[in-house]
């Protein structure tokens, strides 16, 4: 069980070049938030590149935008697992884990939508759960 995790901005590669010796049991390279949009494609070309020499997870932009579209082209079947934000549906995951089958998902529920949501969407196959999670696909 992973007892620390590290986010990484995507398109920093001197945070990239240091993320994977920090000591951090596992990396999440962040394609989402910590990315300025005009970074994006930078960021999906680093995390690619940083993934065929390191293990880590992706965070990709929210479910079913041309944003997630274009980071699971970049990063599925490499990464060893997805984290979505702003998880509302069932629907979210399923669309997620259609492009990127077998990678294990974790979800952050981050609104009152994906909260009522949160039991259909623990259901969905492929969703995973952090050891830290109160329950699976929660947490952020």
Request: hydrophobic share 55%; glycine share 4%; net charge negative.
């Given at each position: 069980m992973d007892r620390s995790y590290l986010f990484a901005p995507g398109h920093n590669p001197k945070l990239l070049g240091k993320?994977?010796?920090?000591?951090?049991?596992?990396?999440?390279?962040?394609?989402?938030?910590?990315?300025?949009?005009?970074?994006?494609?930078?960021?999906?070309?680093?995390?690619?590149?940083?993934?065929?020499?390191?293990?880590?997870?992706?965070?990709?932009?929210?479910?079913?935008?041309?944003?997630?579209?274009?980071?699971?082209?970049?990063?599925?079947?490499?990464?060893?697992g997805i984290k979505i934000p702003k998880v509302e549906t069932p629907e979210?995951?399923?669309?997620?884990?259609?492009?990127?089958?077998?990678?294990?998902?974790v979800c952050a529920v981050e609104t009152a939508r994906g909260v009522l949501a949160a039991a259909e969407i623990a259901t969905v196959p492929g969703c995973a759960t952090w050891p830290w999670a109160a329950s699976t696909c929660s947490g952020t």
């Open positions: 993320v994977f010796d920090a000591g951090a049991d596992a990396v999440i390279l962040d394609l989402e938030d910590a990315v300025p949009p005009d970074a994006k494609e930078q960021a999906r070309v680093l995390v690619a590149r940083a993934l065929a020499e390191h293990p880590a997870w992706v965070r990709v932009n929210a479910a079913r935008s041309d944003l997630c579209a274009a980071d699971l082209d970049a990063v599925a079947g490499r990464a060893l979210d995951v399923r669309w997620v884990a259609d492009r990127a089958p077998g990678a294990p998902i």
